[in-house]
């Protein structure tokens, strides 16, 4: 453990951590840093670990090796900062529960033991779910809602929290496309903003578009850093392999770096 | 006897008082078992009862209350262990660590009872009464603990209701905001199982499983949220245990605790079929409505298409047309436009056929259709 701030102007600090399952590496000797204020990418292909990066950073998944510091203390310590956006389909969408709860239920660790959400909870939440523009769901059964409404409240119930370092288990799975362009409108107001966005992302068309950090993943760190210098041919095919081809013709073809300007630029074309 | 002659039984008065309390606690604590998918759970616990009343027996050497329902408690305890090293440490999945897990101590359960039957102890007599329950051996002294430990149950869910229904819904997240996850966990199991064992004497080991899985399964069908879904499986519950009782003291030589199940489940039959929005029939006369819904909605559109293909808005379309368009009688759908004004009767042909022309709703109406269908074919 440690006492003392360690690495406390980065938002996100992660050091020789190793994880197995059973005696399987899934994570093996990852360092990784992620500096405030940016909104930052994790790829790499199915089974490279990235959920359970998160899940380790989040303090769910014991690692083997090594600490994870979020702006310089534990997460323990930093978890009233830090909000998460679990996989959609991690939970059980026909519980009898309505969407001002479930987004409320972000609140239940500010609570403490005891204390029933009030009045005040109820408006936090409702602002939540506006910025995700589901006010008018709010005492809709969640049994109800869409894939991408469901991604939506998911994203409101970390909102509520009002903190500084969001992680975003795969937001863009199975959503429509303009809940996914909604999506990505919020999180680039939550980087300028000020708050740091961790995205955990499957779809490499649109990597150089949304983000502005990159990590490349496949169970060691492939490569880190500003997106232009890291989203390059060779990364991508060192961490996916034979499949990159299939994947993503021309993105990759064009190997040249880009400046972090006409990766904004980009950003307004869709 | 009259009901009131009933009520006013001393041993009658045990045995409802008892299943109500029964019904109040299992039902409450079913609906967390059941949403978080472990219907089974209490199967397991309850069979697994079996060996811990046995060796509760053998301990005291009598048929003392308080250390079988102790051993019960252990050796249910013992048996969700078992099962959650099963699951964690092989690739065992839980159906099958429960399943495992259940038969493993059942068996063991019903070793022990033969043993102890063969020793000949005069105490022993009965004890196998616990696998089917015997109701009517409910005494004072067992409501006060029964009572209690509803009580206890009850207290704590209402203490911890936010932080049980945040684990039930999402452990993971609930971890990540500081709950103690697997604390809450083993509190909820232990407090199914503190259920079992208020049951076992009256249900028994074999049915107890019900009693927590029915009051909640037929709750869900009717509510949409959770505080109402536990109150109104608690009241299920109750229920249940209240008629099973009252029959089983009517009748003659009729076994409590299986009437209690029986009672549960008609609710849970009634709630499957017939709940507002979940229930099967709902769904099916929903489904009918849409059907004939959109029959109506097509044999609309085929006037309007014919109309304007004689470029007449008030062309009149003859019943036998529309039938012989769609090959079956549209005369019902005719007749809800009809109600609805969207279209009208206009006399009759040679033939004694009805003919049909559109109302100026009705025109509005299916252009409306035909635009919200958005393709540009209006024939």
Known sequence: MIDTPHEPHLALHVEDL???????????????????????????????GKSTLIKTILGLVKPVAGHVTIFGDTYR???????????????????????????????????????????????????????????????????????GQQQRVFIARALVQKADVYFLDEPMAGVDATTERAIIDLLHRLRDEGKTVIVVHHDLQTVRRYFDWLMILNVRVISQGPVEQVYTGPNLRQAYGGQIALLDGQAVMQDQPTTKRDATANHGER | MSLLALLSDYTIQNVVIGAALLGLVSGTLGCFAVLRKQSLLGDTLSHAALPGICL?????????????????????????????????????????????SLSLSFALGVVLLTYIQGTNNAAQGGLDSFLFGQAAATLRSDLWIMGGITLAALALVMLFWKEFKLVSFDPAFAATRGLPVATLETGLTVMVSLAVVVGLQMVGVVLMAAMVIAPAVAARQWTHRLGTMVLLSALIGIASGVFGALISAMGRGLATGPLIILSASVLVVISL?????????????SQWRARRHLRSQQVLTTLYRLAMEHKDTTYRTQQGMVDTYYGIGTRLSLARLQ??????????????????????????????????LGHGDRR
């Open chain 2, 339 to 372: 109600k609805n004004g969207l279209v009208r009767l206009r006399g009759q042909d040679a033939l004694q056929q009805p003919g049909w022309e559109l109302t100026t709703d009705g025109i509005t109406e299916a252009q409306r259709i035909l635009d919200g």
């Open chain 2, 273 to 285: 079929l017939f709940a507002p929005g979940r229930g099967f029939v709902w769904s099916l006369l």
């Open chain 1, 18 to 48: 190793t994880v197995s399952y059973q005696s399987k590496p899934v994570l093996w000797d990852i360092d990784f840093d992620i500096p405030p204020g940016v909104l930052a990418g994790i790829i790499g292909p199915n089974g490279a």
């Open chain 1, 77 to 147: 310590k930093q978890r009233r900062h830090v909000g998460y956006v679990p996989q959609r389909t991690s939970v059980d969408w026909d519980f009898p529960t309505t969407v001002l709860d479930v987004v409320t239920m972000g609140l239940y660790g500010h609570l403490g033991w005891f204390r029933r959400p009030g009045r005040r909870e109820r408006d936090e939440a409702l602002d939540a779910l506006a910025m995700v523009n589901m006010q008018d769901f709010a005492r809709r059964q969640i049994s109800q809602l869409s894939g």
């Open chain 2, 56 to 100: 509760g027996f053998l301990v005291a050497g009598t048929r003392d209350i308080a250390s079988m329902l102790t051993g019960a408690l252990i050796t249910g305890t013992l048996a969700a262990l078992v099962m959650l090293v099963l699951t964690r440490h092989s690739r065992l999945k839980t159906d099958a660590g429960l399943g495992i």
